[in-house]
């Protein structure tokens, strides 16, 4: 079945550039997605990707898709502390309505 | 984004009883609803998916018998948690799908806990 991985952890100071890693094995991904979790609350949709683009880019979150090597980033300019959280990619196969597969997910923790 | 509501947020059963838990879409019409169930610290499970006006597909190694299903409008889809037992305490996350743009949103999610 379909494999996604993230580092666990990931701590970086506040004003400096997060940037979290994703593989991913499925080839036939359509759409691959990063998601937000804080403490006790469901997931907040940051952004996504299709598979036909290379990057992608939303005020502080830039996106880059390498899909050769199957792998996907995300990465927070001046990162804030109120960006600590739980970080998850997804990816789905068919695109609108499917079911998405989740990586692990990396905490990130942002220190002063 | 759109929004996603989840009731309740927290809930408290006994075993042997069973627990309804609601997701509703506020301001577009879900065609397909997906239930997740997370373990602390761990990555989102999904255990069915829901399409409004037909049976839940369930994921293997889910108990449709034992979480049941309904999707019986657009914008509301519900999970029963029958005869709860302390292993079912997890938190339950339901997401929302247009079925027309690739976004899935997510409800707040519920903290079920069987004592």
């Known amino acids: 079945g379909e494999d996604v991985e993230q580092s666990l952890f990931l701590s970086v100071r506040e004003g400096d550039s997060s940037v979290i890693n994703c593989t991913y094995t499925d080839s036939s991904s359509t759409y691959l997605y990063w998601y937000k979790q804080e403490p006790g609350a469901g997931l907040q949709l940051l952004t996504y990707i299709f598979s036909n683009m290379d990057m992608k880019q939303d005020q502080r979150l830039t996106v880059l898709l390498n899909k050769k090597d199957k792998h996907l980033s995300l990465r927070i300019a001046d990162t804030q502390t109120g960006d600590s959280a739980i970080y998850f990619c997804?990816?789905?196969?068919?695109?609108?309505?499917?079911?998405?597969?989740f990586g692990t997910g990396t905490r990130l923790q942002v220190t002063l | 984004g759109a929004v996603v509501s989840q009731h309740p947020s927290r809930v408290i059963c006994k075993s042997g009883t069973s627990v309804k838990i609601e997701c509703r879409s506020l301001?577009?019409?879900?065609?397909?609803m997906f239930w997740y169930r997370q373990f602390p610290k761990k990555s989102l499970m999904l255990m069915a998916t829901s399409n409004e006006g037909s049976k839940a597909t369930y994921e293997q190694g889910v108990e449709k018998d034992k979480f049941l299903i309904n999707h019986a409008s657009l914008t509301l889809s519900t999970l029963t948690v029958t005869s709860a037992h302390p292993e079912d305490s997890s938190f339950y996350i339901c997401?929302?799908?247009?079925?027309?743009?690739?976004?899935?949103?997510f409800g707040p999610g519920t903290r079920l806990t069987v004592t």
């Open positions: 997804a990816e789905t196969p068919t695109g609108t309505a499917s079911k998405l597969t």
């Open positions: 301001d577009f019409q879900a065609t397909t």
């Open positions: 997401s929302a799908s247009n079925g027309r743009a690739p976004e899935q949103y």
